[in-house]
């Protein structure tokens, strides 16, 4: 996440990501450098503001205690504004709100609301960033996905809400009972290279929420959002297999694609 730029982290509806988010302020605010998620923490407290547009103080809160208890790292306090205007006629409030706090994140819940106005036409984007630039801190900021059906998804609504953001976070979700499996693919990364996709899952209780990593490779669900070579390189874990009972077992996959991906794994000597 880097500092003093826009984040953005979207997903379909209870995907997790008010969680997530609530998670990478525990570790921001400790900071929670030990932490067994393979997240790095920053060098010293980050202390973010929660701007919420959608539930309310006492809904966040408590779902905010349950992260911490999960997390087993003592007592924290989310500091938290409910906002009830789009961001672009709220921001100098919002400014005064941060001095109070001393917050040096904005964690806004979430974008449509925040931004009012037509999400598909570049007037809304524009002035719910140029809003965002007043402000100048680092921005974390949970989306909705666009609408459509499988295959790569963007931000829901006009093409610069991607455009104006310096890293961009795709989310799936895989419920399990009482379970949450979710999956992380980095879209953008303007100030780094990119990361391979990552997962976490979710377990819930009546007072608790726990995180733990695992490998998404595992999620069955997950599986076919994966890279070709991703793909490829899982199923020959389970043993030898030719060319085309490969390509039987990835049938969505374009043929040039997929032999492509193949030499490149061979040459490489992964395969």
């Not at 730029?5 to 990478?24: D, H, N, Y």
């Not at 001095?99 to 994140?105: G, L, Q, S, V």
């Not at 069955?220 to 390509?247: N, R, T």
């Not at 040039?256 to 490149?264: I, K, V, W």
């Amino acid at each position: 996440l880097p500092r003093g730029r826009v984040v953005e982290i979207f997903g379909p509806p209870e995907s997790g990501k008010t969680q997530l988010a609530m998670l990478l302020s525990v570790i921001m605010m400790l900071p929670w450098s030990d932490n067994p998620l393979g997240l790095i923490a920053p060098s010293k407290p980050i202390r973010p503001l929660w701007l919420d547009y959608e539930a309310d103080r006492d809904t966040t809160q408590w779902q905010f205690a349950r992260i911490v208890k999960g997390a087993e790292v003592g007592d924290l306090f989310l500091p938290y504004r409910r906002c009830r205007m789009p961001l672009a006629d709220d921001v100098e409030q919002i400014a005064s709100h941060m001095d109070k706090t001393k917050a040096d994140c904005v964690i806004i819940d979430s974008l449509a609301k925040a931004t009012g106005g037509d999400l598909d036409k570049s007037e809304s984007p524009t002035r719910f960033f140029g809003a965002l630039d007043q402000l100048r801190c680092t921005s974390i900021i949970l989306a909705h996905t666009s609408k459509g059906g499988e295959g790569r998804k963007t931000i829901y609504g006009s093409t610069f809400f991607t455009a104006y953001a310096r890293s961009v976070w795709e989310m799936r979700a895989s419920p399990d009972d009482d379970t949450l499996h979710i999956g992380l693919w980095d879209n953008k990364a303007n100030f780094r290279g990119k990361v391979e996709p990552m997962a976490f899952n979710f377990t819930y209780d009546e007072s608790t929420i726990r995180i733990l990593v695992e490998d998404i490779k595992t999620v069955e669900d997950f599986m076919q959002h994966l890279s070709v070579s991703a793909m490829i390189l899982e199923v020959l874990k389970a043993g030898s297999k030719s060319p085309k009972e490969l390509k039987e077992l990835m049938p969505d996959v374009a043929s040039g694609t997929f032999y492509a991906e193949l030499a490149r794994l061979t040459k490489k000597k992964k395969i």
